[in-house]
């Protein structure tokens, strides 16, 4: 019975042991080893906590306790021997002056990691007004590239995109706000590209186009994000350059667009070099509310979904297999009933009043809108 004791407390020891080790693990960027104070630039004292925590046997914690630190630029690099955790409590600021990275495209990156996590509720606070003044991306294709607040590069789990993500697997970003004011260009949430089996659930996202889904991302899932102000959310511009890879497997459900200047898009660009595809797109569940249509005269769109139910199909483009379910849209405006119109798409049609579903046709246009409003 002694021994049974024994060996019981043993594994008691044991027990509390590993967990005081784990606890242990936990790399403080304000301890006396790395020195940070709220107010102070931090990015050395980040880059050795950082450095330290991946070096780790054992799972690790980098930590940013509540406060405002400066952070001129960072670049988080694995593979780490561990998982490692990100806990970001405080404010972490960009400098204004995004002439000052070292890295023209990124202020925050992460490269190469496996099991990487990160959490804490803090902000990564871009400062983007200077840079969105400098930015004629919109106008110029050719244009320079602004920082991209937070990048996400070969992963295996805010001045231009506030995250980018590319070539990623497997990855989930919850819990997240996103937001920029009105005035802000162009600054999309969430991009996407080139990656597989990427999630994004219950986030809060007011600025450009919430997420933007772009060439060779597949398996991609939106579920449970409030939308707006902003643009809706998107997959493309796609066919801009050459060889340009499929998009397929999209899922969008549980959401809500809020004053959003359009609503569900998938737009390419006019005379792509190369021919590509986007498949297997399911929307459900999509309440829009205040949401305006506008038209680009530079992109084009497959299909279009905006608070009027709108599809753009232009001529050149072919779209198959498109179906519309179970829609209800309530137009609460002053210039008369809703209808809609189809051209170069013939979808199939269930559970949906003749007023949404392609009432009359038109040789260029798919749009349901007040019937007395002009586009």
Same mark, same amino acid.
């Given at each position: 019975?002694?021994?049974?004791? !024994?060996?019981?407390?043993?594994?008691?020891?044991?027990?509390?042991?590993?967990?005081?080790?784990?606890?242990?693990?936990?790399?403080?960027?304000?301890?006396?080893?790395?020195?940070?104070?709220?107010?102070?630039?931090?990015?050395?004292?980040?880059?050795?906590?950082?450095?330290?925590?991946?070096?780790? @046997?054992?799972?690790?914690?980098? #930590? #940013?306790? !509540?406060?405002?630190?400066?952070?001129?630029?960072?670049?988080?690099?694995?593979?780490?021997?561990?998982?490692?955790?990100?806990?970001?409590?405080?404010?972490?600021?960009? @400098?204004?002056?995004?002439?000052?990275?070292?890295?023209?495209?990124?202020?925050?990156?992460?490269?190469?990691?496996?099991?990487?996590?990160?959490?804490?509720?803090?902000?990564?606070?871009?400062?983007?007004?200077?840079?969105?003044?400098?930015?004629?991306?919109?106008?110029?294709? $050719?244009?320079? @590239?602004?920082?991209?607040?937070?990048?996400?590069?070969?992963?295996?789990? $805010?001045?231009?995109?506030?995250?980018?993500?590319?070539?990623?697997?497997?990855?989930?970003?919850?819990?997240?706000?996103?937001?920029?004011?009105?005035?802000?260009?162009?600054?999309?949430?969430?991009?996407?590209?080139?990656?597989?089996?990427?999630?994004?659930?219950?986030?809060?996202?007011?600025?450009?186009?919430?997420?933007?889904?772009?060439?060779?991302?597949?398996?991609?899932? #939106?579920?449970? #994000?409030?939308?707006?102000?902003?643009?809706?959310?998107?997959?493309?511009?796609?066919?801009?350059?050459?060889?340009?890879?499929?998009?397929?497997?999209?899922?969008?459900?549980?959401?809500?667009?809020?004053?959003?200047? $359009?609503?569900?898009?998938?737009?390419?660009?006019?005379?792509?070099?190369?021919?590509?595809?986007?498949?297997?797109?399911?929307?459900?569940?999509?309440?829009?509310?205040?949401?305006?249509?506008?038209?680009?005269?530079?992109?084009?769109?497959?299909?279009?979904?905006?608070?009027?139910?709108?599809?753009?199909?232009?001529?050149?483009?072919?779209?198959?297999?498109?179906?519309?379910?179970?829609?209800?849209?309530?137009?609460?405006?002053?210039?008369? @009933?809703?209808?809609?119109?189809?051209?170069?798409?013939?979808?199939?049609?269930?559970?949906?009043?003749?007023?949404?579903?392609?009432?009359?046709?038109?040789?260029?246009?798919?749009?349901?809108?007040?019937?007395?409003?002009?586009?």
């Amino acid at each position: 019975m002694a021994l049974k004791l !024994s060996f019981l407390a043993m594994l008691l020891f044991l027990l509390l042991a590993s967990k005081a080790k784990a606890h242990a693990s936990v790399f403080d960027v304000t301890s006396a080893t790395y020195g940070a104070k709220p107010g102070s630039d931090v990015s050395k004292a980040l880059a050795k906590a950082w450095s330290d925590a991946c070096a780790s @046997p054992s799972a690790s914690k980098v #930590v #940013v306790p !509540s406060g405002t630190y400066k952070l001129k630029e960072a670049t988080f690099r694995g593979p780490c021997k561990a998982p490692i955790e990100m806990q970001v409590q405080g404010t972490l600021q960009a @400098p204004v002056d995004a002439g000052q990275l070292t890295r023209p495209d990124t202020w925050v990156g992460f490269q190469y990691i496996d099991m990487l996590t990160l959490s804490g509720g803090g902000t990564f606070d871009g400062q983007g007004a200077l840079a969105w003044s400098q930015n004629d991306c919109h106008k110029n294709q $050719n244009c320079k @590239p602004i920082p991209v607040n937070l990048r996400f590069e070969f992963l295996i789990p $805010n001045k231009n995109f506030h995250m980018h993500v590319f070539r990623c697997n497997h990855t989930t970003f919850q819990h997240l706000t996103i937001t920029a004011p009105d005035e802000s260009r162009n600054t999309d949430g969430i991009h996407i590209g080139a990656s597989t089996g990427i999630n994004i659930t219950h986030a809060k996202i007011g600025t450009g186009d919430c997420v933007s889904i772009g060439d060779d991302s597949h398996q991609i899932t #939106v579920t449970d #994000v409030t939308c707006g102000p902003g643009h809706g959310i998107s997959i493309g511009s796609l066919g801009r350059y050459k060889e340009e890879k499929n998009v397929t497997g999209i899922i969008v459900k549980n959401c809500t667009l809020t004053n959003t200047q $359009n609503g569900l898009r998938i737009k390419t660009w006019p005379d792509s070099p190369s021919p590509s595809t986007a498949s297997d797109i399911h929307y459900e569940d999509i309440i829009m509310l205040r949401s305006a249509m506008s038209a680009s005269r530079t992109l084009r769109a497959h299909l279009s979904l905006h608070l009027q139910s709108s599809l753009y199909v232009p001529g050149a483009c072919r779209v198959e297999n498109v179906e519309l379910t179970d829609i209800d849209v309530t137009y609460g405006g002053d210039q008369g @009933p809703l209808t809609s119109q189809c051209s170069n798409v013939k979808p199939t049609i269930t559970g949906v009043i003749k007023a949404l579903g392609c009432a009359t046709s038109t040789p260029w246009h798919l749009f349901l809108y007040p019937r007395s409003r002009k586009y």
